[in-house]
């Protein structure tokens, strides 16, 4: 899951790293007390979980009190599901430094990279200066070693008590990778001030799901997704990612799921949602069909091939949905694997029909959804 | 012929009292595979689908000598047991559970690097030399998808792979080995690693991989192209075509960060390297069709 | 640094490996609150950094409270420097375990060591039934790795509970081992009781001196050392053994003094104290010989031979020393190594001469300490 | 010849700029020692006995291949300075400090076997190949002791190696390469895995080892002389021989446990595998001339 940047920032500064002084504004009425504490001129920053905040406008200066409360309250005017808006100090710095640390997949190994030239998308620099970007790759069982540390700080560019600070970050920055289970840990900017001290200006933290289980919890609300039949399909364990189309797919397996996404696109079709409820969910075509139907498609596409996930059982599954729900728009369904040949006494029930050629059932459904009736 | 397992291949298998454990355990006997021990703590005296069961690997070892091991416990327990393997001196792992820590995936990586060791998976349905052996839970009973043959298949998918593999062998083509690295970010081997075990493989003609937007392993089988490491036709199979960027599409590994990872991206590079890329699962086995009859493909 | 059984227990306790419930009497006033506190019958064990103290009579079952006392104060009588005195609640069990945990030097891992035989010494039982220990070693880098702690258990031959609980120990045991710079951690015996449980009835815990800069500072006062002059020179920094013999060594290396000592037997002569001044000490010549002078030896022999430890500096502190502590007893000096040729000149101020053969100076030494006379 | 160095091995010193570390390093050069670049971090650009200093290892092997790290730090950072090396692929490391915790130099020792390289040290003066080249903080310049000749010595001692191999050039003969292994409990590198390199020495005629009580690594060089894996022929000089048990004589790893490590033990292993054990330093070099004048020593 992804952390607000106030959530990242809580857990960078518990590992040691500075950040700037700041109050969390969670309604209009908290505004008021924040805006006493941190005073003016100061950030005030959107807690969304989107990037490109700045170009988006979600992270301002404000440069008087009546700008800052002018601000928030537009933001939470405009944005119904805003989670909380960040009020910061003002940090005067020299430089920006780039750091971040995540996972190398070909070495197994952490890597951390930086840039002096932080502040800038890193994925920009990637491609106009990738020289200045410095990477390290820390072999987990041994963790940051001194050296290393050390090697990169100054490989960086950096000098004197900006280097020894920066370092600093960089072995809590890693502590936190490592103790929250960290898929992405980063700070850009890192700022870096005349005195050399740096403070991190922004934080974005990554916590792998298939670790939750060893990690803290955060409650998910409805803030954290970018709809509210993602927020339920989130509840339910479904993946579920909408889209603005006709089509909606509901998949076991995510390669196949792609397959039938770019088959769709292909056929010059238009996907509603990817649904994907194959591995442990394949025993949910009910939950799954009514997350599909919720978002209103011309036409549901389901298509499977699987092992463990029985098509008989997918079967039965779709077939008590169709009773339970009463769909009004067109089923397309192409089941096959294990039990699939069970599957059409199954469907007779209801009258549906199985496909057994995964591009026939698209170019049905495409054909379908515009406007074209069942074979 | 076939790649790291035949009907030889010894095989331990991890957690194979479990529910799990079991039910594969006898699926892979059935295909032929040879299971020579299974380990459990605690449950050591047991006998488990005819296999003697131990509390550990060590003291199954010293009992029955095993080439490989499968690994069947849940994802947070996976790591353990692959370093129990590993550091009994197995050299083939295979774990299929989805849902195993990154850190640990990444842990599994480095020490399978370290130990010279091949690891597959996890999010994996496995490995398969049809007719021969079944390590993982591959429904070696779908005929249309798992006959044996002459084309070697690597993939990153589960039910992707039997859409796919089902068009190689209606275009009239067999199986030699399947091999799913799984869907991972970091899994355990990567597709170029494996291409030079079918280079030299007399019984594969041909090499299909089923890929995916994200990561870097197909670029990595371009290089190997490129580098002559793999000499063979090559024909892949990409899906996420059409996805769209910084979207996590199912897999953990399938996201494209940047210009970095794109279908179309990968696309380029192998078939610039030589290899025949499908738009479409059916296109894969006419494009092996084609690669098998013509004449020098990589001119 | 070698520590107190209750000091180990302590530590072992905070890593969670439980141990009996106990009070420390660290004088006999303190004695009556102890024992009211773990009632009786208990353990009366001294608190003494010597091995073997239940052969010697110093760990010893109090069945009332009237034996306890007697017990307790006549401990404090016999040993004026005794550091205390544990009460232990007795713990009934059904089998005692040996626990260790040390480090292999030819790996560089750790080695667990365990035996089903505990209680009894574990040198006995590794020369009359070697097969009867379990050892495992543990990669520093990865740790105790969950699948070695349920095969070191079960190859232990314990089962449910047992294995269980004693895995848990082994696992709190490692903790201790690494955190605390450990050269030795050792349970003998642990308690398994009927039900399973696993209870530390004893513990050895040996802290690495070269560690301590990172490690918890105990004070260590003279009940840690078997004599005065031990505890002076361990303030000083000085390694330093007593002996019953005549011939006080003052010594630049160690493995040069352990060869002066074994001369000095092969001579028939004995050895006062073995005193090593090298490395950082050798400008501590001063020191040196005032701590074998207190000794009252018949002789003072000094053999150096260094690099860094030069020999004129050396000699200028003999000769520093030899005028501000003005000894009685004669004494034979041996010095090589840089800055060897002006040694002569120095010594020539306090009439001492120079050996250059380290063989012909013990032989002196032994000679002169059976009443002959310097050449 | 010699063994470990020589005039051509290219040497980078690490704390190069510390008092101890300049000091010493202008010795090794005066030796002739081949001192190619230096390290300490923050220092990069200064020159230091006419060596360029760098940030860190591997910076400076960007500009300057080197076959071998001399560590100058103090006892606690010796780790991480080993460790830069190793990771730098630098396969021989020698470091002197006396103070390296036991968990790092456990440490130390692991990852230097699991990088096939050698680290000599900590706790001793260092390894010399008189009239070539020196690491460390020998007195070459005492030359009853470090003249060029054809014994190998291997040691864990600082004054007595002095005390003994003076008594070998006494007895006529000089130093091929002199090794301090030195005198902790976890050494870098053990007493038997140098008899190889002395074996392939054409230079070497015989090998002095000086040990002492505690450790195994006498008994070790023992069995490399049973399983015949150094066939010259072998003087030992053992102090510590009446050393009471129980009682850490000095060095960390001179203590006797139990009825192993006393130096009649070692004897009688190292006798029975062929060697001449001496109990006086001044007989180490009779026994030598004996050896190096007899027929075949160990029939």
């Known amino acids: 899951m992804k952390l607000f940047e106030y959530q990242a920032k809580e857990l960078f500064k518990e590992a040691g790293i500075p950040i700037p002084r700041s109050a969390l504004v969670k309604n209009k009425q908290e505004m008021a007390a924040a805006l006493d504490t941190i005073g003016t001129p100061c950030m005030v920053k959107c807690q969304v979980l989107s990037g490109g905040r700045g170009k988006a406008g979600l992270v301002k200066k404000a440069a008087s009190r009546q700008e800052a409360e002018a601000l928030i309250q537009g933001y939470f005017d405009a944005l119904p599901m805003l989670h909380a808006v960040l009020v910061e100090e003002l940090v005067s710095f020299s430089q920006e430094v780039y750091l971040s640390l995540g996972m190398d997949p070909v070495s197994g190994k952490a890597m951390l990279m930086g840039s002096a030239q932080g502040g800038m998308d890193i994925e920009t620099l990637a491609m106009e200066a990738p020289e200045k970007i410095i990477k390290m790759q820390i072999n987990l069982d041994k963790g940051l070693q001194p050296f290393q540390l050390s090697d990169f700080a100054f490989t960086l560019g950096l000098t004197g008590e900006a280097a020894k600070s920066v370092s600093a970050v960089c072995r809590n920055l890693y502590k936190v990778f490592c103790q929250r289970d960290a898929e992405l840990a980063e700070i850009n900017p890192l700022f870096v001030t005349d005195a050399g001290t740096a403070v991190a200006g922004d934080g974005k933290l990554n916590i792998d799901d298939n670790a939750m289980f060893r990690q803290q919890a955060y409650e998910k609300d409805r803030s954290y997704y970018a709809s509210d039949m993602e927020y339920e399909a989130a509840r339910e364990g479904i993946p579920y990612i909408e889209f603005g189309g006709d089509i909606s797919l509901m998949c076991a397996g995510a390669g196949l799921a792609n397959t039938v996404y770019d088959l769709v696109n292909f056929e010059g079709g238009s996907v509603a949602n990817y649904l994907e409820f194959g591995g442990p969910n394949y025993m949910k075509a009910g939950t799954a069909m009514r997350l599909c139907l919720a978002n209103h498609p011309k036409v549901v596409l389901i298509v499977t091939f699987g092992t463990i996930a029985r098509a008989d059982v997918m079967a039965q599954g779709i077939v008590q949905a169709i009773q339970d729900l009463k769909p009004t728009c067109p089923i397309v369904a192409c089941l096959r694997g294990t039990g699939e040949e069970k599957v059409d006494e199954i469907f007779r029930e209801v009258g549906l029909v199985r496909y057994t050629d995964t591009e026939e059932a698209v170019r049905t459904a495409v054909s379908v959804a515009k406007g074209g009736t069942l074979a | ?299």
């Open chain 2, 1 to 299: 012929m076939s790649i790291l397992i035949n009907q030889n291949t010894r095989i331990l298998v991890q957690g194979i009292t479990g529910k799990e454990g079991s039910f594969w355990t006898q699926h892979m006997m059935d295909l032929g595979t040879r299971v020579v021990a299974g380990s459990t703590p605690g449950k050591e005296g047991q006998v488990c689908c005819g296999a003697p069961v131990y509390h550990s690997v060590r003291r199954a070892l010293q009992e029955h000598p095993a080439d490989a091991s499968m690994v069947f416990v849940p994802p947070r327990f996976v790591m353990d047991a692959v370093m129990e393997s590993l550091e009994n001196g197995i050299k083939l792992i295979v774990t299929l559970a989805d849902g195993i820590p990154l850190h640990d995936q990444a842990r599994i990586r480095s020490a399978a690097l370290a130990n010279q060791a091949t690891v597959i998976g996890g999010n994996t349905s496995g490995i398969i030399s049809p007719g021969q052996a079944m390590m993982g839970s591959l429904p070696y009973w779908i005929e249309r998808v798992y006959k044996p043959g002459r084309v070697g298949i690597m993939t990153r998918s589960g039910s992707l792979t039997n859409e796919v593999t089902s068009m190689v062998v209606s275009a009239g083509f067999g199986v030699s080995s399947l091999i799913g690295v799984g869907g991972d970010p970091v899994p355990g081997t990567r597709f170029a690693e494996l291409l030079p075990l079918f280079e030299q493989d007399a019984q594969t003609d041909a090499v299909v991989i089923i890929g995916e937007l994200g990561g870097t392993m197909e670029e990595e089988v371009a290089e190997a192209l490129n580098a002559k490491r793999f000499t063979k036709p090559l024909v892949a199979f990409l899906s996420g075509r059409t996805a769209p960027a910084g979207t996590r599409m199912g897999h953990a590994g399938a996201i494209i960060s940047g210009n970095k990872g794109t279908v179309d991206y990968k696309t380029k590079a192998l078939e610039e390297a030589g290899a025949l890329v499908a738009r479409r699962p059916r296109e894969t086995g006419t494009l092996l069709k084609e690669a098998l009859s013509g004449g020098n493909l990589r001119g």
